[in-house]
Structure formats: structure tokens, C-alpha cells
């Protein structure tokens, strides 16, 4: 977003208190988003950024830290005029604990700006989201334009998302609260919606009489890195499915609202979570496929197995899953809805595939396949649209073709800088925008689908699948098993 577009609009004054504020999500997307936002000119010095921190702070390897993380929007280092500036609205506080005694030095800075609102950014282990909360309210730091920011994960069950929402909701009330997913700040996955619902050919063409098939992926070269204690606890299905690919699907899915407001666009992704097919015991054998990585080589590098990494050699957690699942509903019937993610792929990559259905006669008297149409929406690393059509190769001798890509690449089409996620996700948290935050609801409704796959994992004792790192994952282990559809369209 330019500085340009963005003078006009006016923000109230805030304060962004960052619980977890020496972490590493800290450093690495809030500390710039808002960096970044103030570069452009969308908030002026009119803001404060306190980093809780349980630990005493070094101030000084603070900032070295905090600056490191920080660039230009060419790329390069913060100048020192730009630093200072920012500088000045960072303030270091110590909690050791979410008590009222440890927020006394919180409370202090907060009342020195009776006037700003106060958004409570936690970015801590779910465990502490309902004692901070519980603390701000007993300190009463919590009025009626408080925010709350909440990272993932929200538990690791329905049950314990539904106790850990039910101890925030004894603090804030379910406007103030903002479930933050980084995918859904992606520009290409919101120019979804613009894309289905702003262009008439898409929008009659966005059904099972058109559409094959729809594949999401989400593919990391890396493995668990740091993540290590929290992962293993997780695994594919909860750390990358429940959230991040049941969002996508639903924008891919949903109806379209009557307008573009947060509880209407709510409204129609809750309808898609609750159309999904449950899995039973005999299904999740059939239409799902966990699977492990081992040693293997990854761009050049050899790498050690997973079990190696999180030092547990008998762990059983995925770290990759292959899910085919139905939405049963007028739209979607029997369409299948393929999502995978794994970590140790062979690269890194996030998109969707629209694969629409094969023609039905094929008019021309050559023998060659006729491909059918793709709609692929890259997410990451390199975001862009492309449709791929047939196209007549140029030249005499009859009739000749082959599919060819019309693209849409950001980066070529919008000079700008994009902004990254947290850019835009913080500012719809500042404006009071919740269309990109899942409602409770949702999440309920998630958790109530994705446990009928543990479930039935746990009933059927299904194993994982070993996989090479630096491969796709597994492929012909699980042909043997006549899943051949979870190779289908994963190398394309």
C-alpha cells in the first residue's frame, strides 16, 4: 500500500502490547509490520509498542535485536532517522508471571495514555491466554475498546479451545477478540474474493458442473526447526490443516455474502465447516494419509530424519497428511477437496488449483490430450494467478496446440511494495475490521470436522507412512494402498 493511498485514513491511538514481546514472532513479523506501517505513513507517532518480556531486559541487545529485523522498502536496513523514530515508541516492560503484583509497571505506562486504546497482542502459549486475560481484567486495564490478538494454536482439541475461549470471554466479549491467520493477509488470498465474486466468468463457472476437482497445498522445505517441543504435540493436521487450510478452504467454498462485512463473510465460511463430510473409521483409511519424514537430501543439503530432529525416537507424529473430503451441499456435490501439507518437501510452495472438468468432445482431428483448464493461485513464494488454457501453436500444417499460462504476477503488475500479512491483519485489528478472523464459531466448527479424523486415526491405529526428505512425500508406499489420488497433480 502506498503512502499515497493511505494518508487519508485516520486511526484512533493505540498502544500494542505485545505478551511474548522478546519472541521470535515478535522480531520477525510485528515489530516490522508496524515498522513498515508507519514508513508508508498509515499511522503516525501516535502509538506505543510495549514488549512484555518475562525475563529482565537488556534494553540495548533489545534494539540491536529489533533493528536487525527491520527493512527499507527497498530491501535494505532501517536508515538511523527511521530507527530513532521507531525507537522511540518501543518500551520494554518485565511480567514474570500473569499476576497483578507483576503488572503493577504495565498498568503505570497504559494509565499514562488514558486516552489511547489498548490492544492486548498475545503471543505466548495458548496455556496463558485466560490468566493474562483474567490479570488485565482484575488490574482493570480492560474497557469497553480493548482488543484482543490471538495466535494459534487455540488448543490442541475441541475441549481445550473451548475452555481457553471460555476463559478469555470472562474478560473481553467476542467483538473484541481477533484469532489471527497469517495466510488470510495474503494479497492473492484476498483477491479471492475479488476474483470469484468481481468477475462473471468465474462466478458461473464456480460449481461441480464446471469443477473437477480443487487442491490445496501447502509444502515446507524445512523441518521442524525451534519448534521442536511444540510441534511434536501437534503434528501436519493441527499445526497446519485445522487452521491455515480449512480458511483457504473456505473462501475457495463459500457462497458469497450479500457484502463484504466481517459477520457476513463469517456467516458463509461457518456454512462451508459445517457442510464438510465427517470422517468415519473405514473412510479416514481410504481418504487420508499421514506420513514421516526421514533422512534425505533437500535442496543439495542432506538432512536428518524427524526423529532425529526432536531427539524422540518413538514418536508416531505426522509430519505430513493428505486429506480427500467432500463439501455436502448443492455447489460442491461430489466434488473432491484434496489438502496436503507436509515439511521436508522437496520445496516450498503454498497454492490452490482449480481444476476444471475435460470437455466434452474434442472437435480437432489431432490425438493429443486436450488438457483441461486450470485456475492456480500461488500463495507463496512467488504470488501470482495464472489460468491455463489450450492455445493453438503457431504455424501451417492444421491444427496443432498446447495449454499456456495467462499470469497475473504481483510483483510485475503492482510496482509497489506488497505489504507482508501482518501488515494488513494488524491494520483490520486497528480499524475494527474482523473479516479476516475467525469467529468462534468457526473454530468450533473446525475442531468438531478435524477431530473425526484423530478419531478415526486412533481407532484404525493408522501408521505413518515413512517418506524420504526432499521427496513429495509418499507416493508409491501409499499407491500399493489404491490411494492413487494422493499423487495426483502434486508435482504439477
Known amino acids: 500500500m502506498s503512502k499515497k493511498s493511505t494518508e487519508h485514513e ?134 469497553e475498546k480493548s482488543k484482543v490478538v490471538l495466535e494459534k494454536p487455540l488448543g490442541n482439541s475441541l475441549a481445550s479451545s473451548q475452555q481457553i475461549n471460555t476463559e478469555i470471554t470472562k474478560a473481553f466479549d467476542e467483538h473484541q477478540v481477533y484469532r489471527i491467520d497469517h495466510y488470510l493477509g495474503k494479497e492473492t488470498v484476498q483477491n479471492l474474493m475479488v476474483l470469484r465474486f468481481a468477475n462473471n466468468l468465474f462466478q458461473r463457472t464456480w460449481d461441480s458442473i464446471s469443477i473437477d476437482n480443487i487442491q490445496i497445498t501447502v509444502s515446507e522445505s524445512l523441518g521442524v526447526e525451534q519448534r521442536a517441543d511444540y510441534y511434536d504435540q501437534s503434528g501436519a493436521l493441527l499445526d497446519m490443516v485445522q487452521n491455515h487450510l480449512l480458511q ?47 533422512r534425505g537430501n533437500v535442496q543439495g543439503a542432506e538432512v536428518s530424519s524427524y526423529l532425529e530432529d526432536i531427539g524422540k525416537y518413538n514418536s508416531k507424529t505426522e509430519t505430513f497428511v493428505a486429506i480427500k473430503t467432500f463439501i455436502d451441499n448443492f455447489r460442491w456435490k461430489n466434488v473432491p ?54 492455445t493453438k501453436v503457431p504455424g501451417p500444417g492444421g491444427y496443432r496446440y498446447k495449454p499456456i499460462a495467462l499470469s497475473l504476477d504481483y510483483m510485475d503488475s503492482f510496482k509497489e511494495r506488497l505489504p507482508e500479512a501482518y501488515e494488513r491483519l494488524l491494520m483490520d485489528v486497528i480499524r475494527g475490521n474482523q473479516t479476516l478472523f475467525m469467529r468462534q464459531d468457526e473454530l468450533q466448527a473446525a475442531w468438531t470436522w478435524i477431530e473425526t479424523i484423530t478419531e478415526g486415526w486412533k481407532q484404525s491405529n493408522q501408521p505413518n507412512v515413512l517418506y524420504e526428505a526432499g521427496t513429495w512425500g509418499p507416493g508409491d508406499l501409499v499407491l500399493e494402498k489404491g490411494t492413487t489420488w494422493i499423487t495426483k497433480s502434486w508435482k504439477d
Request: hydrophobic content about 40%; charged content about 30%; overall charge positive.
Open 337 to 390: 477437496f484434496y489438502l496436503r501439507t507436509g515439511k521436508r518437501m522437496k520445496k516450498r510452495y503454498s497454492e490452490i488449483v482449480i481444476n476444471f472438468k475435460e470437455i466434452a468432445h474434442n472437435i480437432f482431428p489431432s490425438k493429443e490430450k486436450l488438457n483441461n483448464n486450470k485456475l492456480i493461485i500461488r500463495l507463496q513464494p512467488e504470488e501470482r494467478i495464472e489460468l491455463i488454457q489450450m
Open 10 to 143: 485516520k486511526f484512533s491511538n493505540f498502544n500494542v502490547v505485545v505478551f511474548g514481546g522478546d519472541g521470535d514472532l515478535a522480531f520477525r513479523k510485528i515489530y516490522p509490520a508496524l515498522f513498515h506501517r508507519m514508513l508508508d505513513g498509515q499511522i503516525d507517532e501516535h502509538f506505543n509498542v510495549i514488549a512484555i518480556t518475562r525475563k529482565a531486559p537488556d534494553e540495548k541487545a533489545f534494539q540491536e535485536k529489533t533493528r536487525s529485523f527491520l527493512l527499507t522498502q527497498d530491501g535494505k536496513p532501517a536508515t538511523d532517522g527511521q530507527w530513532d523514530k521507531f525507537k522511540t515508541k518501543i518500551a520494554l516492560i518485565r511480567a514474570e508471571k500473569p499476576e497483578a503484583d507483576a503488572f503493577q509497571d504495565l498498568k503505570s505506562f497504559l494509565l499514562g495514555y488514558p486516552d489511547y486504546e489498548n490492544i492486548f497482542y498475545f503471543s505466548t502459549p495458548s496455556a496463558a491466554f485466560g490468566p493474562i486475560s483474567q490479570t488485565l481484567k482484575s488490574c482493570g486495564l480492560i474497557n
Open 248 to 294: 483457504l478452504l473456505c473462501l475457495v467454498a463459500m457462497e458469497p455474502p450479500h457484502i463484504i462485512e466481517a459477520d457476513e463473510v463469517r456467516n458463509e465460511k461457518l456454512k462451508v465447516l459445517k457442510a464438510l463430510r465427517p470422517f468415519t473409521k473405514a473412510t479416514v483409511q481410504t481418504d487420508t494419509v499421514k506420513g514421516q519424514y526421514t
